[in-house]
C-alpha cells in the first residue's frame, strides 16, 4: 500500500479502542504441551488488543498451528500486537494478514447471470438470435427496456474521486473501493444493482458529457464523493439533461437523515422546528443540502457558518451556493465566529471539520440542546464532552449511540424512484423520505439515545422506499413483473 495513505490514513485515524476494522489474523505455531497456548490471549490483552477468535488450524505431537484473529486500534497498534506475541516463548509467527485487506482481494462484487445458459436452446435465447427480437421491441417502444433490462433495477454510482470519505481527493481508482461497498450496501438493504463508474476527469463539462452518455443504461444516478461546489453544478445539469432521477447522496442522503434525526430529537425535548434556533457548522455539499431541507421542513431561524464565520450578506467572498445561503438565514447578519453562533441555539449541525468546539462551548446552548457533530471521523465536538451539556447528542460514528449515516436513507430512496419509474428527484421526495425514516422509531422507543433506527432495521429501507413512491406517486412495487 501507498505509504503517504498509510500516513494518512493515521493521522485520520481517532480510536481510541480496538475496532474490528483494523482486525488482523496472526497464524503462529507453538510447542504442543507447552504453557504458550494460554499465554497468547494474555499477550494480545497485554499489548491492548482484543481476541476474537482462536482456531487451533493444525494439531500435531510436536507443535499446534493456531489463528489468532484479534482487533488492534490502528495499524501501529497492530503491530505492536505481533511483536507481544511474538515474545511468548516458544512462539514462531508464520503470517500476519489484515482481514481488512483480505475482504478486498479481488473486490467486493460481481455480476451473475439470472438465466440458465446449458445448452444450444438457452443460449439462442438469451443471446443470438433470440435476443435481436427483444433488441428490435425496444427500438420500436424505448419505454420497453425497463421491463426487458436490467435498467429498471440499476443504478450508476459515479464518482471523479475527488472528495472521498474524509480523506480527500485521492482519485478515481482509490475511490473504487468505496463505490464497491456502496454498491454492495444498494445490493444489501434495497435489492439494488449498482455499478460503480470511477471517472478520470474533474472537470465538469466532461463528467456531465459521460453521464449523460451512459445514462440510457441505468434507472437512476448516484453521484458520489464528487468535491463542492462543483457537484451542484454537476448535479443541476445532469437534472436538466436526463429523464431518470439523479441524486447526489453526500448532499441529499444526508439532508434526509439529518431532517428524520432531528424531528425525534425536537420530539425528545419538546421543541418544535419552527421556534428553534439552528445553528451549523458547513456550507459545502452536505450543510448547503441539510439546511435547504430543514428550510423546506420549517425552520425559520438558522445560522451557517463556514471556515470563515456565519455566512452572511455582508461577506465578499459569497459565491452562488454562499449568496443563497446568506439570502435564507441569518436574517440579523449575524456576523462572528462559529463559537458565538453557538451561544443560545437549541440546535446545532455540524457537517464541517473535526474538534472545532468544545464541551465548554456547548454548555453555552439553550438548555436541552441538541448536537449533531457529524464530521468523520472525528466529530466537530467530542460526543463525551457534548452529551455533559446537551440532551440529545448524535454523530456519524459507529461506537455512540445515534449514528447518522447515509445509509439510513438512499437505498430506500432509490427502490422507492426505481419502483415509481420516476424521471425526478423532488424536495417532497425527501420530505417524504425524512418522515419515513424517523417514523421508523416508534413513541415507546424513542428516547435521546434512539433517535434514528439502527441501518439492520428491518424497516428502513422498506419505509423509506414507500414514502418516496407514493411521493413520485409510482406504480405499485409489482411492476417488476414481466
Ligand atoms: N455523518 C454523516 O452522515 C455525514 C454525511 C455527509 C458528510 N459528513 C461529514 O461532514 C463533513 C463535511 O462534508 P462535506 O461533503 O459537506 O464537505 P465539504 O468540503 O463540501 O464542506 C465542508 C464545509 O465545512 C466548512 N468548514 C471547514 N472548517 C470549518 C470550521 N473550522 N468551522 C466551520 N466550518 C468549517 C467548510 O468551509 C465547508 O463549508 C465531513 O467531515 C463529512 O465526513 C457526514
Ligand atoms: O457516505 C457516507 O457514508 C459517509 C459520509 O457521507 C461522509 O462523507 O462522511
Redesign the pocket.
Known amino acids: 500500500m501507498d505509504a503517504s495513505l498509510v500516513r494518512r490514513k493515521g493521522a485520520i485515524d481517532v480510536a481510541t479502542v480496538p475496532s474490528v476494522s483494523y482486525s488482523i489474523t496472526v497464524r503462529l505455531e507453538v510447542p504442543a504441551g507447552g504453557k504458550a497456548v494460554s499465554q497468547l490471549t494474555h499477550a494480545v490483552e497485554s499489548a491492548g488488543g482484543v481476541v476474537t477468535a482462536l482456531d487451533v488450524t493444525n494439531a500435531g505431537h510436536e507443535k499446534l498451528r493456531i489463528d489468532v484473529t484479534c482487533a488492534a486500534r490502528d495499524t501501529d497498534h497492530a503491530q505492536q500486537i505481533v511483536d507481544q506475541l511474538e515474545a511468548v516463548e516458544g512462539v514462531v509467527i508464520h503470517k500476519v494478514s489484515d482481514r481488512t485487506f483480505l475482504m478486498h482481494l479481488g473486490g467486493k462484487i460481481e455480476m451473475q447471470s439470472k438465466v440458465p445458459l446449458r445448452n444450444r436452446d438457452e443460449l439462442s435465447m438469451a443471446y443470438t438470435p433470440g435476443v435481436a427480437r427483444v433488441s428490435m421491441a425496444i427500438a420500436r417502444n424505448p419505454e420497453d427496456a425497463r421491463r426487458l433490462t436490467i435498467k429498471r433495477n440499476s443504478v450508476a454510482v459515479v464518482t471523479d474521486g475527488s472528495?472521498v470519505?474524509?480523506l480527500g481527493n485521492i482519485g478515481p481508482a482509490a475511490a473504487l473501493p468505496v463505490m464497491e461497498g456502496k454498491a454492495a450496501l444498494f445490493k444489501r438493504f434495497a435489492g439494488i444493482d449498482a455499478w460503480p463508474i470511477c471517472l478520470d476527469t474533474q472537470d465538469v463539462d466532461e463528467i456531465v458529457s459521460i453521464v449523460r452518455a451512459i445514462a440510457p443504461g441505468f434507472g437512476g444516478i448516484n453521484l458520489e464523493d464528487i468535491?463542492?461546489p462543483r457537484c451542484f453544478e454537476v448535479e443541476a445539469r445532469l437534472r436538466d439533461l436526463l429523464d431518470i432521477p439523479v441524486f447526489h447522496d453526500?448532499q441529499h442522503?444526508?439532508a434526509i437523515?439529518v431532517l428524520a434525526a432531528l424531528t425525534n430529537a425536537l420530539r425528545v425535548v419538546e421543541k418544535r422546528i419552527e421556534d428553534v434556533r439552528i445553528t451549523m457548522?458547513?456550507?459545502?455539499?452536505?450543510?448547503t443540502a441539510v439546511l435547504r431541507l430543514l428550510l423546506a421542513a420549517g425552520a425559520r431561524n438558522v445560522i451557517v457558518?463556514?471556515?470563515?464565520g456565519a455566512v452572511h450578506l455582508g461577506r465578499d467572498d459569497l459565491d452562488d451556493s454562499l449568496r443563497w445561503i446568506a439570502e435564507h438565514t441569518n436574517a440579523e447578519g449575524y456576523s462572528g465566529d462559529?463559537r458565538g453562533a453557538v451561544k443560545g441555539a437549541d440546535v446545532f449541525v455540524?457537517?464541517?471539520?473535526?474538534g472545532?468546539l468544545t464541551g465548554d462551548d456547548i454548555a453555552t446552548m439553550a438548555s436541552n440542546a441538541v448536537v449533531f457533530a457529524?464530521?468523520?471521523?472525528e466529530p466537530e465536538v467530542s460526543p463525551d464532552d457534548a452529551r455533559e451539556h446537551a440532551a440529545v447528542v448524535a454523530?456519524?460514528r459507529s461506537d455512540y449511540p445515534n449514528q447518522?449515516?447515509?445509509v439510513l436513507a438512499f437505498p430506500g430512496v432509490f427502490r422507492g424512484l426505481l419502483d415509481a419509474q420516476a424521471t425526478e428527484v423532488t424536495e417532497q421526495m425527501l420530505l417524504a423520505a425524512a418522515g419515513a425514516l424517523a417514523a421508523v422509531v416508534t413513541p415507546e422507543e424513542l428516547g435521546p439515545n434512539y433517535i434514528v433506527p439502527s441501518v439492520f432495521h428491518p424497516d428502513v429501507s422498506t419505509a423509506v422506499a414507500a414514502a418516496v413512491r407514493e411521493s413520485a406517486g409510482g406504480r405499485a412495487r409489482g411492476f417488476t413483473e414481466a
Open positions: 472528495a470519505l474524509g468535491s463542492a453526500d442522503g444526508t437523515c457548522a458547513g456550507a459545502g455539499a452536505a450543510g457558518c463556514d471556515y470563515l462559529l455540524g457537517v464541517s471539520a473535526p472545532i457529524l464530521a468523520n471521523p454523530t456519524g447518522i449515516n447515509n
